[in-house]
């Protein structure tokens, strides 16, 4: 009997310690969604106010204070922007152009050079890898303003000042794609490479076609970081001619325009949205797995 009465009150206890791990299981969750559900608002606001700061005629953009909603939704900002834009020596077309074509070498460029970068520096042994690996880490605590002087006098004395290269150069390689790329590679097994050695294939080709296929997320993840960049310089410090001006430089040259112009500077920046989003929604779904796997290794 007293056996029996053990048991029963054993088995009490584990029902009431799953009733509690249940209730605070579902209660952590809720607070996890309510609060990724607010911060998700937060992020998307700015990109819904500026769509409806877009559509509105120039009387609602000054009202105080300001609406969430548009009253009179209008597309003439977006085309008193290409009548702007037409008053330029230059057509738009050319901006855009600009844009694309820089945003699509960097991309290309910089997924070539991080890749083997971060296979040499993940595989392979020699002198002086770990200070590289901790110099990479610490690169990335800097801005690029905070090297500004010494990156113009390097355009200047390289003669690459209003010229395409002083738009691609520069962020052909960065220290945060190099770093992701290289955690990725690390944790790709060594005995395929080391199978692949005793193959006869050299390190070129275990590098793109052992390595490089088995991280496809990270290469996705460091497309989205070069193209969000690369579609966001503004070279106006270091381009002086118009043909070699960039979309947003333009936008900037527009909306300081004046008041008047506030709803073409908002339809602009919508415009300069749409692509970067286009590619994050592509890829997305491998930003996540490449996080999860860039913690800090030795």
């Not at 989205?224 to 070279?235: K, L, P, R, S, T």
Request: hydrophobic share 50%; charged share 15%.
């Amino acid at each position: 009997m007293a056996r029996k009465r053990k048991k029963q009150s054993i088995d009490t206890m584990k029902v009431k310690d799953k009733k509690k791990k249940i209730n605070g299981s579902v209660g952590g969750d809720v607070c996890i969604f309510i609060f990724l559900v607010l911060l998700g608002i937060f992020m998307v606001f700015p990109i819904y106010y500026s769509v409806v700061q877009s559509l509105k005629p120039t009387e609602e953009l000054f009202v105080f204070p300001p609406k969430l909603y548009v009253l009179n939704p209008t597309t003439k900002n977006y085309s008193d922007l290409f009548k702007v834009a037409a008053e330029y020596t230059v057509p738009l077309s050319r901006y855009i152009f600009n844009s694309l074509f820089t945003t699509i070498v960097i991309c290309v460029c910089n997924v070539f050079v991080t890749c083997m970068a971060a296979f040499v520096l993940s595989k392979c042994k020699f002198p002086g890898v770990k200070v590289i690996n901790r110099i990479i880490v610490i690169a990335l605590l800097f801005q690029s303003q905070a090297t500004w002087i010494m990156q113009f006098l390097v355009y200047s004395t390289l003669h690459i000042i209003d010229t395409y290269w002083v738009l691609i150069l520069p962020y052909i390689a960065t220290a945060m794609n190099l770093y992701l790329m290289r955690q990725s590679m690390s944790t790709i097994n060594d005995s395929m490479i080391e199978a692949a050695k005793v193959d006869g294939a050299g390190l070129f080709r275990i590098c793109w076609t052992i390595v490089v296929p088995n991280s496809k997320p990270a290469i996705m993840t460091i497309i989205i970081f070069a193209f969000q960049q690369a579609w966001n310089i503004n070279g106006g410090s270091v381009i002086y001619s118009e043909e070699y001006k960039t979309l947003p430089t333009i936008v900037q040259q527009i909306s300081l325009a004046g008041l008047a112009r506030q709803g073409v500077t908002f339809a602009s920046a919508v415009l300069l949205l749409i692509p970067p989003l286009v590619v994050f929604f592509i890829a997305q779904g491998n930003v996540m797995e490449t996080m999860a796997n860039s913690g800090m290794k030795d």
